[in-house]
């Protein structure tokens, strides 16, 4: 059993510099990516307590499924190129969006969520076989502090897919 999550940490970088360690301990030895992303939701949600957090992995050429998470519920499946999360598979690209109301074809599966931050997580090949998709209740809630450490967060991830 994993030792219980410790951050004691003021700034959001600073958050971060103690959680990627503590994610990387809990998820090194695993080999399964399920339950690495599994970990890693729940790690993230623990320390930042966003309104979301969690996966969609990808199911075919075209679709997005969904994958562990921490929240409320979410949609099961997203189309290459759709919303917030089709739109980062389909670029590989860290999409950071301050307010969803305003992204072009954001797919509203909650309400609540006002802002949204997805990044992209490859194979050791470097195919996408996974988006981290982190929503918050609040506006701007995310920035390149966030995509920094998020993307080495979904390098870790790398190491359990081949």
Not at 73 to 100: M, N, S, Y
Not at 104 to 114: E, T
Not at 119 to 132: E, F, I, K, R, S
Request: hydrophobic share 40%.
């Amino acid at each position: 059993m994993a030792e219980e999550l410790i951050i004691t940490a003021t700034t959001k970088a600073e958050q971060y510099a103690q959680l990627l360690p503590q994610i990387q301990s809990v998820i090194a030895d695993e080999p399964d990516p399920i339950a690495n992303m599994a970990n890693t939701a729940a790690m993230l949600h623990q320390a930042f307590r966003w309104w979301w957090v969690g996966f969609y992995r990808v199911a075919d050429a075209h679709t997005l499924v969904l994958g562990p998470f921490q929240g409320p519920l979410a949609c099961t499946r997203i189309r290459k190129g759709r919303g917030v999360c089709g739109t980062a598979w389909q670029e590989d690209q860290t999409q950071v969006v301050p307010d969803v109301d305003q992204f072009p074809g954001h797919i509203a599966c909650s309400s609540a969520s006002r802002s949204e931050i997805v990044v992209p997580v490859h194979d050791t090949h470097g195919t996408v076989v996974a988006v981290l998709d982190i929503d918050s209740d609040q506006l701007n809630a995310f920035d390149e502090t966030d995509r920094h450490w998020l993307e080495q967060i979904a390098q870790l991830l790398r190491h359990g897919h081949s």
